[in-house]
């Protein structure tokens, strides 16, 4: 089956340091599998942070950035500076196409701490 | 602003009780489903619908019977709860072309 695996957590990094969150995918059941990064806050539900849906393509939100590497299976998450509000719960994903888009297979999520 | 809303946000029940998880969304989507968090796990698929009346199965469905009422509302269902279903758990929707919107979450502690 599908599978997602990411950087075990919690990260702690300090306020302007740099941070990266590793992942890496295996897609079995979806040809062109999407590949989404969420992020969720203390006491909220998880928001979506960037996707990417086409192989070699780079998305960014926020500061974060993260390119979609067919050959490495990787899809990892980075930032040059990271910021205090930074800090919250990473989640690599994959999806297919169509109308289920909601179908997702996710990583089990990084806690990141960022100190100021 | 889309949004699903979940309830109860905590809920602490007994080993073989009966426990209903609301979701509600005002987005007009089509599809709608339930996911449990744990520790070490990334978010697992329960089950999910495409309307009212449907109901799918997802990944890790033992133990969970769900209902989809009407267009915006979702239910999960725990008939005979046990301490293996605690857990964080998600409610989330999505329309044709659309984000994935996630609810805040449900606590469910199983004791």
């Known amino acids: 089956g599908d599978s997602v695996t990411q950087t075990e957590g919690p990260v702690t990094v300090s306020e302007s340091e740099s941070l990266i969150i590793n992942c890496t995918y295996s897609a079995t059941s979806i040809a062109y599998p999407n590949l989404f990064w969420y992020v969720r806050y203390p006491g909220e539900g998880l928001q979506l942070l960037l996707k990417?849906?086409?192989?070699?393509q780079k998305g960014s939100s926020r500061g974060f950035e993260a390119t979609y590497n067919k050959e490495t299976t990787s899809f990892h998450l980075q930032k040059a500076s990271v910021q205090e509000s930074d800090s919250a719960v990473y989640y690599c994903a994959l999806g297919n196409t169509g109308a289920n888009t909601g179908k997702l297979t996710f990583g089990h999520g990084t806690i990141l701490r960022v100190h100021p | 602003e889309a949004a699903v809303t979940q309830s109860p946000r905590n809920k602490v029940t007994v080993t073989g009780g009966n426990v209903t998880l609301s979701c509600r969304q005002t987005n007009s989507h089509n599809y709608m489903y339930w996911y449990r968090q744990d520790t070490g796990h990334g978010l697992r698929l329960i089950h999910y619908s495409y309307g009212a009346g449907n109901l799918q199965i997802g990944d890790v469905p033992d133990g969970y019977k769900a209902t989809r009422t009407t267009q915006e509302d979702f239910f999960l269902l725990l008939e005979l709860a046990s301490p293996s279903q605690t857990s964080l758990y998600f409610c989330a929707s999505t329309g044709a072309n659309t984000e994935v919107f996630f609810g805040k979450g449900t606590r469910l502690t199983v004791v």
């Open positions: 990417v849906i086409t192989a070699g």
